[in-house]
């Protein structure tokens, strides 16, 4: 059901996403994707700090640091469904969702993560991010 969901832009063969850190969760707008189309995601590194800029999806093989200069993460999603954004601590998490070239998404949704240990971080965030 895609009601009211925004596919991200297709300029030409990419897909520009921006990629926040709003409420402690990465937030991606807009945060569905096609299946098959190149995905450009720029980090706003106003938000995203310390450890969340390390950041991974599993399902499609992305981990990357982000940092001045570097904040362009690139990758293909190759099938549909709900997957999982997270830091490499797995204290900052997400989800978006990809959709074939019909606009039709799957059932599948990937498990969350397991629960890592606090980093010692007041309200959610971790020790090291000074936020």
Do not use: H
Not at 19 to 28: G, I, R
């Amino acid at each position: 059901e895609l009601t009211g969901n925004v596919v991200a832009v297709n300029t030409g063969e990419v897909q520009e996403v921006s990629l926040q850190f709003k409420n402690y969760a990465y937030v991606l707008e807009p945060e569905t994707f096609t299946a098959g189309v190149p995905v450009r995601m720029e980090v706003d590194l106003s938000t995203v700090y310390g450890c969340m800029r390390d950041v991974r999806i599993p399902a499609f093989g992305v981990s990357q640091y982000v940092s001045e200069g570097n904040n362009i993460i690139e990758f293909t999603p190759t099938k549909t469904g709900t997957f999982n954004i997270m830091c490499s601590m797995n204290m900052g998490r997400g989800t978006f969702t990809v959709v074939d070239q019909t606009g039709t998404t799957s059932d599948f949704i990937e498990a969350a993560p397991a629960e890592s240990g606090s980093c010692g971080g007041a309200a959610g965030g971790c020790g090291g991010c000074g936020g």
